[in-house]
């Protein structure tokens, strides 16, 4: 059974700017800690093989926000265990890949792997800073993967363009800006705005020195729309799932009692121009 003393112990909270390097330590060694305890409390939502965008349980086979992927080269950023690279690899999908920041993380992809059948080719490597070549893949994806934990978005979303074919599709999936307002509450308690959704300085948690352990990034609507254009793509959609009856779980700040009033999730859906 999960409990909460699985995860990393919570550190001083700051709210402060971080810069890139930082943040990707900081996220680095808390996944490395966190993903025994976030596969155990969230594997069975996830599916070891299944493409789930969001909170609110989104999920691809319904959905078809990739659109049309048979033959086609895709990538996933922030793979996590690789629940949604290896579903499209068990759809017939000719080739994916999957990157993630955590060690651990893709430990556990392995371990999956093992269990199915269905074998992800992943890589150890960072958001800001992708091991990919110009125009590599047909399809880039990330389902709540690395962007929340970026600090300057238009660097990375420039990094997921550089490595899109021409014609090729980007979707994505990251807290909903406006989720940065309210408290980390699921109840009614936590529906009063706290926080300016105009303050972009980075949640923190610190340990006793002042080094950053958890670092996530807030970026506005129209940052996240900002930096989708300045990578030279196109924007064709955003999707801004409700929270279905049939969904009672409470996923941290998500929840039914909020979710049902409050978008929790952004999908952001692009092209590249041929």
């Keep these: 059974m999960y409990d909460e003393v699985d995860y990393p112990a919570p550190g001083q909270v700051e709210r402060r700017a971080v810069e890139g390097a930082e943040s990707a330590r900081a996220g680095r060694l808390w996944w490395d800690g966190a993903a025994d305890a976030y596969q155990a409390e969230h594997g069975d939502f996830l599916r070891d093989a299944g493409f789930v965008w969001s909170p609110e349980g989104v999920d691809e086979a319904e959905a078809g926000l990739l659109g049309d992927v048979s033959g086609k080269r895709v990538l996933e950023i922030g793979c996590g265990a690789g629940q949604c690279g290896r579903w499209l690899r068990s759809q017939g999908v000719r080739e994916v890949v999957g990157f993630d920041l955590a060690r651990r993380q893709l430990q556990h ?29 047909d399809v880039v994806f990330s389902a709540f993967g690395a962007f929340p934990f970026v600090p300057a978005a238009e660097s990375a979303l420039a990094e997921a363009g550089r490595v899109l074919r021409p014609g090729g599709r980007f979707v994505f999936s990251v807290t909903h800006p406006i989720r940065w307002c309210f408290p980390d509450d699921p109840t009614e308690q936590g529906m009063t705005v ?73 999908i952001f859906q692009a092209v590249k121009p041929v």
């Design 194 to 266: 706290d926080q300016s959704y105009f303050d972009r300085r980075a949640y923190v948690e610190e340990d006793d020195a002042g080094r950053a352990i958890y670092v996530e990034h807030h970026h506005t609507v129209g940052d996240w729309l900002r930096g989708i254009v300045a990578a030279g793509l196109v924007p064709q959609d955003m999707v801004e799932p409700e929270w279905p009856q049939d969904n009672d779980q409470v996923w941290g700040g998500w929840g039914p009692v909020r979710g049902r009033m409050v978008p929790g999730t952004a």
């Design 109 to 137: 992809s392995r371990r999956i792997d093992e269990q199915t059948g269905h074998r992800l080719p992943v890589v150890q490597a960072d958001a800001q800073r992708m091991p990919f070549a110009d125009d590599s893949f």
